[in-house]
T-cell receptor, first 112, second 113 residues
Framework: AQSVTQLDSQVPVFEEAPVELRCNYS??????LFWYVQYPNQGLQLLLK??????LVKGINGFEAEFNKSQTSFHLRKPSVHISDTAEYFC??????????FGTGTSLTVIP | NAGVMQNPRHLVRRRGQEARLRCSPM?????VYWYRQLPEEGLKFMVY????????ESGMPKERFSAEFPKEGPSILRIQQVVRGDSAAYFC???????????FGSGTRLTVV
């Protein structure tokens, strides 16, 4: 089974500042990588995914993530955050099976 | 094209009652997954179903929990004799036959009092 580690449980950041949310996973075998966002009392919305090809993946709302196979990482970045980015962010890994493995989440709070 | 529909959004049950959570997958999606989100935790896989088949239930508690995805109608997650520890958000996701990402519903928040 995979394990996914999100090193920061809470990340406060000022509006218009850059942010990086870290994610590491356990296995070096072929995996598919995802970032989901969860707004309060809502379901999870897919931000971006890495399946193959370019290691830099661009998603919705100006987010991007970089797949680093040697470091087994898939960190999420945004160069300038907005108040509306305040939410819970989950990193997820899927191996060759159908099951997703989620991290425990990072709560991003954007401070005006 | 409606997304994954879960109902009810909120469900309150007394200890010992039964809880039934419903999930209608996106049109054209034949795979359904149930996840549970406990407070301060990430999502934990419970069960993966296709129409009339349970494919993987390795994340389901051995007792009181069951799931089905009948030929017609929504997928149902059933929790019998609920206890306070069952209080959580239960999310359903669906995918088409071959894909690499889920579409999640908005979840059902179960509170056991």
């Amino acid at each position: 089974a995979q394990s996914v580690t999100q090193l920061d449980s809470q990340v406060p950041v000022f509006e218009e500042a850059p942010v990086e949310l870290r994610c590491n996973y356990s296995s070096s075998v072929s995996v598919y990588l995802f970032w989901y966002v969860q707004y309060p009392n809502q379901g999870l919305q897919l931000l971006l995914k890495y399946l193959s090809g370019s290691t830099l993946v661009k998603g919705i709302n100006g987010f991007e993530a970089e797949f680093n196979k040697s470091q087994t990482s898939f960190h999420l970045r945004k160069p300038s955050v907005h108040i509306s980015d305040t939410a819970e962010y989950f990193c997820a890994v899927r191996d060759t099976g159908n099951q997703f493995y989620f991290g425990t989440g990072t709560s991003l709070t954007v401070i005006p | 094209n409606a997304g994954v529909m879960q109902n009810p959004r909120h469900l309150v049950r007394r200890r010992g009652q039964e809880a039934r959570l419903r999930c209608s997958p996106m049109k054209g999606h034949s795979h359904v997954y149930w996840y549970r989100q406990l407070p301060e935790e990430g999502l934990k896989f419970m069960v993966y179903l296709q129409k009339e088949n349970i494919i993987d239930e390795s994340g389901m508690p051995k007792e009181r929990f069951s799931a089905e995805f009948p030929k017609e109608g929504p997928s149902i997650l059933r929790i019998q004799q609920v206890v306070r520890g069952d209080s959580a958000a239960y999310f359903c996701a669906s995918s088409p036959l071959e894909t690499y990402g889920y579409t999640f519903g908005s979840g059902t928040r179960l509170t056991v009092v």
